[in-house]
């Protein structure tokens, strides 16, 4: 089965086939220490090889013509494509590449964002050897993505290989990883290669053979799993679907202790296939429409709905969160992904508690639009969706302090955000609506929501820079050291604390409000955003990615010249009128 002919690969159809994927679902796979369905880790190889949990077709740069690459196949089917069709997907363009400055270095069609492997083959010794030059601690934007791409590189090679499908639940070697069928193959056929990695697996082999173990365990997962890729290959439907039975069956019998309870397996193939949190933005969306209504039109009953819809949405992503819990034994707040989807829920609560005590229905309008959009951005932009899957806990993070930490911190950032959507609220309201005594009251009565949803979020932001400093203290052994998340957490809270005296003096009022609201709030994406996509520097490095300073420099160009706009607005209506002349 090693050598699959090129005449039964032809029979694959290019847009997929409709063979029953839901027991090939179900397989167990051992990947970065966790066991999870095969539906998961597929989904997590799209995601990290296109940005998508599903890549059916792109638009080609120079042609505009419609490529297809795994058409209909769903996650699992697509990535068995990929083990029976290594030579044809070597040439499909599908491996996302977003960094600018990375295509320009090596000399990359920069239209272009999808790649081939055989378009990296100038450059891909370049590449390797820029890998071992760059620091992780001190990489910067650019340098990560380099990291990312050669990751990427070798993550494929490695499936065509089928090194990666890890479904054997024998563990060896130092790691503790589970063996692929070719794996077990090579150490039934009696060819023992000198490599140390097969020294390793014939080491955990006989070891789980002396324990009492027969080795037709061992044989009835080859020998299924051969027939679970024939079947596929020949797009036997039937046979397909009964040898993935066969193979769950035979893979559980090797190692029962060491594989997940069916129940468990289907608790994460349920949230993988419900999305709690894209219905939760969803419903944000419908609660945001809501609001908007009831104020626009001062309606009770719009108002009401809003607080339902805006209830089911908490409900929804609570839902998520306790499935996201229960499925990887911690709290859910690992990473930005995670923390966006906390951002949210913040919003959510905050302004759900304040709505329902003020009444101003601007509130519910605020949070809900902060909710949608934290939660839309988590789950559908690829540099921060690629971090959706669910992965263990790295050391620096198993502490009590970060299940405390990071919601408080997060908190204070919705907080943040809440802010700076009535900011703008008030600057369309100053731009676009003409002067009146209802708008004037309007106008005072945003204002004071404002100030009080700012003392909620210094309340948050200063306790979470403390709560900070004391995992500070207990991982790193001091509680400040000026490193760059701290200092620019530290710049945050300062420009909210200042909005707040001025606002408490009376220096700053109404549109002043709205103006330092918006400003601190893109302070808050410098420390969040850009120290972890950006700057790159120093210890925070687990929550680090490799981003574009771009979309940040158009945003804030938008809102610097919407402020400006405002600003002369203000400067020419309280300009006061001409003196008569002599």
């Excluded at 908190?411 to 802010?419: F, K, N, P, T, V």
Aim: charged share 20%; aromatic share 12%; with cysteine.
């Amino acid at each position: 089965m090693k050598a699959i002919g090129v005449a039964a690969l032809l029979l694959l159809p290019l847009g997929g086939s409709a063979l029953d994927m839901s027991a090939a679902r179900r397989i167990v796979i051992l990947h970065d220490g966790r066991p999870k369905p095969l539906d998961s880790f597929a989904r997590e190889m799209l995601r990290t090889l296109t940005g998508k949990e599903r890549f059916s077709s792109y638009r080609d740069a120079d042609t505009n013509e419609k490529v297809v690459v795994f058409g209909d196949a769903e996650p699992v089917e697509a990535l068995l494509r990929l083990v029976a069709e290594p030579q044809t997907f070597r040439e499909k363009r599908f491996i996302r590449v977003d960094h600018p400055e990375l295509k320009r270095k090596y000399q990359l069609d920069e239209r272009r964002l999808f790649f081939s492997m055989k378009d990296f083959d100038g450059c891909r010794g370049e590449l390797v050897k820029e890998r071992r030059r760059i620091d992780r601690d001190e990489a910067t934007s650019a340098e990560r993505a380099i990291l990312t791409l050669v990751s990427q590189q070798n993550f494929l090679e490695a499936i065509f290989a089928e090194e990666v499908l890890t479904i054997v639940p024998v563990p060896f070697g130092e790691t503790g990883g589970w063996m692929t069928p070719g794996d077990v193959r090579i150490y039934l056929s009696g060819r023992h290669p000198t490599d140390p990695r097969y020294r390793a697996i014939k080491a955990g082999l006989d070891d789980y053979l002396k324990k009492g173990n027969g080795d037709s365990t061992l044989r009835a997962v080859v020998e299924t799993y051969e027939r679970m890729k024939a079947a596929f290959v020949g797009n036997d439907g039937a046979g397909f679907k009964s040898a993935a039975e066969a193979l769950d069956a035979a893979l559980r019998a090797v190692n029962p202790q060491e594989v997940p309870s069916p129940e468990e397996v289907d608790r994460e193939l349920w949230y993988t296939q419900l999305g709690p949190f894209s219905w939760a933005a969803g419903l944000f969306a419908l609660g945001m429409l809501f609001f908007l209504g009831a104020y626009v039109f001062k309606t009770n009953w719009l108002w009401i709905a809003g607080l339902a819809v805006q209830s089911a949405a908490l409900g929804m992503t609570g839902y998520g969160y306790g499935l996201r819990w229960m499925i990887s034994g911690r709290y859910p707040l690992s990473n930005h992904y995670e923390s966006m989807i906390m951002v949210g829920f913040a919003a959510g609560v905050i302004s759900l508690i304040a709505e329902l005590i003020l009444r101003r229905r601007i509130f519910g309008l605020a949070g809900t639009t902060a909710s949608c959009l934290m939660i839309l951005m988590a789950e559908t932009v690829p540099i921060f969706a690629e971090q959706s899957a669910i992965r263990n806990l790295m050391p620096a993070l198993q502490t009590f302090w970060m299940t405390i930490h990071v919601p408080v911190i997060m908190s204070g950032y919705a907080g943040g955000l809440i802010i700076c959507v009535l900011g703008h609220i008030y600057l369309l309201m100053h731009l676009f609506r003409k002067e009146s005594p209802e708008k004037t009251a309007e106008l005072e009565r945003l204002d004071d929501t404002m100030y009080r949803a700012l003392q909620v979020t210094v309340l948050f932001l200063l306790a979470g820079i403390l709560l900070g400093a004391v995992w500070a203290g207990e991982a790193w052994g001091r509680p400040w050291g000026w490193d760059m998340k701290e200092t620019w957490a530290l710049i945050t809270l300062v420009a909210y604390i200042a909005t707040l005296h001025g606002r408490f003096t009376g220096k700053v009022r109404g549109l002043g409000t709205a103006l330092c609201a918006i400003v601190a709030f893109m302070l808050v994406i410098l420390c969040y955003y850009g120290v972890n996509f950006l700057f790159g520097r120093g210890l925070h490095t687990y929550g680090f990615g490799s981003g574009e300073i771009w979309p940040v420099t158009v945003f804030f160009v938008f809102e610097a010249s919407l402020m400006i706009a405002a600003s002369v607005v203000q400067f020419s209506r309280h300009k006061g009128p001409p003196e008569p002349a002599a």
